[in-house]
């Protein structure tokens, strides 16, 4: 269960990056997500390190959907990573902390003119082009800047992942990109190539929490059917394939990732198998991980309150977060482990259900987890929710988002501080003025 820095401190309690985590309760507050910055570089180095052993040029871009704050980009920076975005919000994050444009790539089903210009203000390194009106939109405006940009051209390969409906994104029937299947995706290629862009490839992502290299292998070999056709047709032939990332990590027990260098070493191989058998010149290849460099890398402590206990059917154990920090479980149907941090070590456990504290039956983190018996007050850990927990709260029954803290060789960093009620109706306005008693 315990991964990255973590251990069991002389005291019993849960330690992350050398800090104990009752003790980071007790200064930040909870609920509070807590990351492990070692173990974010040592993912981050692994998937670099995989590119290095192959011998093959190819980019790291950091999803930052998965979590984007100033100082995650920061460290991914820090690590040389590239980046992609996916609106005007990632964006200018990332130029708020200082990211180098020219390794941004600007992704999104539906741009607008405004974020397209912004990103051409910018001077980002690489469009990931969605659809016929971005195209549009795009030339234009590139005309009249009178500038030229590198895209790729986004493609569905009619390969889906085994994952959740709500996370497959490279079947036909998707929201994302040209089909590949009905020709949609070659008369988008004749269209850039006769446009204001410079055509680097191609991009696909097939899906997320994917566990094998199946899945790539298709549509690495899908892509490359097609690419052979179009340097028959066009005389085109990409100098970067983009795979996109859903690289898995392990969540429980059933959960059976393979390591970041196997995914890579796998996709290289075969892209180079490919590109030989084919005759096509060896492209560039492109990876976007975002859940595999930070998931597992978080952890969210929370405080324990109430109980309630149905007599020979559950007991029911809330804490002071719930969906509005952690939307997955209700969304996804997500499962996650968990302990008492202040009791890492007590073997006196009991079953019971972990409730969030929003006024919503659905909210509900986990089902059914053996546990030490909890009182008020205990602090839990629940871990492996460094990806889309910050980015995807919410302020639902107006509950302040938590804050972040950075753990790193003993020092602990607040990097995003928790709101306050203040802050959450700072952009309201009221209809009449109050008169405060």
């Known amino acids: 269960m315990l991964h990255g820095t973590m251990c069991v401190n002389q005291y019993g ?8 985590t009752l003790e980071l309760a007790n200064q930040f507050g909870t609920p509070l997500y807590v990351y492990d910055v070692e173990l ?5 180095r692994s998937f670099v390190g995989a590119f290095q052993k192959a011998g093959m040029p190819g980019q790291v871009a950091y999803a930052s959907k998965a979590f984007s704050s100033l100082a995650i980009l920061q460290v991914i920076n820090e690590e040389g990573l590239a980046l992609d975005v996916v609106s005007g919000g990632e964006l200018y994050t990332a130029m708020m902390a200082g990211f180098p444009p020219e390794k941004i790539h600007f992704h999104g089903n539906n741009k607008s003119p405004a974020e397209i210009e912004m990103a051409l203000d910018y001077r980002v390194g690489c469009f990931v082009v969605d659809n016929f009106y971005e195209l549009d939109i795009l030339d234009q405006l590139c005309r009249e800047k009178n500038v030229k940009v590198n895209i790729l051209l986004r493609v569905t390969p009619g390969i889906e992942a085994h994952t959740h409906d709500y996370i497959l994104t490279g079947q036909e029937d998707s929201k994302f990109g040209f089909d590949l299947n009905s020709g949609q995706a070659k008369h988008a ?15 696909c992502h097939i899906g997320s929490q994917i566990f094998e290299t199946t899945g790539f292998l298709l549509a690495i070999d899908k892509l490359f059917t097609h690419i052979t056709q ?7 032939e990409p100098t970067v394939v983009n795979v996109g990332g859903g690289f898995g990590i392990r969540y429980t027990e059933t959960d059976a990732p393979l390591e970041p260098e196997d995914y890579v070493s796998a996709i290289l191989t075969e892209v180079k198998k490919q590109a030989a058998e084919n005759h096509i010149t060896l492209p560039e290849v492109w990876i976007e991980p975002g859940r595999s460099l930070v998931g597992d890398a978080g952890t969210t402590l929370y405080s324990i309150g109430s109980t309630k206990e149905v007599i020979g059917v559950r007991k029911y154990v809330a804490v002071d977060g719930g969906m509005s920090d952690n939307i997955r479980p ?9 302990l008492v941090a202040n009791k890492a070590i007590h073997s006196d456990k009991e079953v019971v259900s972990i409730a969030g504290k929003a006024c919503e039956s659905g909210d509900m983190l986990i089902w059914n987890i053996p546990l030490a018996k909890t009182q ?13 927990g910050y980015s995807m709260a919410s302020n639902y029954n107006r509950l302040p ?5 950075f753990v790193e060789n003993g020092q602990a960093t607040l990097v995003v501080e928790r709101e306050s009620y203040q802050d959450i109706i700072k952009l309201d306005r009221p209809l009449y003025e109050v008169v405060k008693k």
């Open 13 to 20: 309690h849960l330690e992350i990056g050398g800090c104990d």
């Open 40 to 44: 974010i570089r040592k993912r981050a």
């Open 189 to 203: 290629l004749d269209t850039a190539l006769s446009s204001s862009f410079n055509v680097l490839g191609i991009h």
């Open 230 to 236: 179009w340097k028959e047709e066009f005389q085109y």
């Open 330 to 338: 209700a969304l996804y149907q997500a499962k996650y482990e968990a």
């Open 376 to 388: 008020p007050g205990d602090i839990l850990a629940v871990f492996c929710t460094g990806a889309y």
């Open 401 to 405: 988002r938590p804050a972040v803290v």
